[in-house]
């Protein structure tokens, strides 16, 4: 598990220093929910999940 972000309990997880993945858990239907993978060199004024 990685750091919650936010209410809705999405997860960044930092895969390399320039790649992260946003994800959600639906602990209902014991999924992962993928919503985006974001490079950090971009402005995060426009990351949208």
């Known amino acids: ?3 919650a ?3 809705e309990e999405i997860r960044k997880a930092v895969i ?3 790649n992260s ?3 959600l858990l ?3 239907k014991e ?3 993928l919503l985006t993978f ?3 060199r971009q ?3 426009k990351l949208i999940y």
């Open 26 to 28: 639906d602990e209902k």
């Open 43 to 45: 402005n995060p004024v």
């Open 1 to 3: 598990m990685f750091k």
């Open 16 to 18: 390399s220093k320039q």
């Open 5 to 7: 972000i936010g209410k």
């Open 31 to 33: 999924i992962i929910i």
């Open 21 to 23: 993945l946003f994800y």
């Open 38 to 40: 974001w490079d950090n």
